[in-house]
């Protein structure tokens, strides 16, 4: 059974920084491309940073590009995203997702999600 569980995510104000974690079970990390995807209130679901099987291709929303980063260890089969100067515009449930060998930033290229986690940036 695949398991994503997303965590790390809260309260708090503008400027400030927040890491959110993605820990997957139940497949071969390894070969699994993983992304971040973010949905605001009233707005549609949109890719914010996508990280390849290996590590050495990282992708960022331009939104976000100069902020987050986002990092994977293999070893430990989790994914992490380093969000920094947050801005209220980030306000977000944020999804972690992944699919083996997988290329897109639309959310339909991806077949594993987890529950999202709840960013909340006051300004």
């Known amino acids: 059974q695949v398991h994503i569980v997303e965590s790390g995510g809260g309260l708090v104000q503008a400027g400030d920084s927040l890491s959110l974690s993605c820990i997957a079970s139940g497949l071969t990390f390894g070969t699994y491309t993983m992304v971040w995807f973010r949905q605001a209130p009233g707005k549609e679901r949109e890719f914010v940073a996508g990280?390849?099987?290996?590590?050495?291709?990282?992708n960022y929303a331009d939104s976000v590009k100069g902020r987050f980063t986002i990092s994977r260890d293999n070893d430990k089969n989790t994914m992490l995203l380093q969000m920094n100067n947050l801005q209220s515009e980030d306000t977000a449930v944020y999804y972690c997702?992944?699919?083996?060998?997988?290329?897109?930033?639309?959310?339909?290229?991806?077949?594993?999600w987890g529950q999202g986690t709840q960013v909340t940036v006051s300004s």
């Open positions: 990280i390849n099987w290996t590590g050495s291709r990282k």
């Open positions: 997702g992944g699919e083996e060998y997988g290329y897109g930033t639309d959310w339909e290229d991806y077949g594993y």
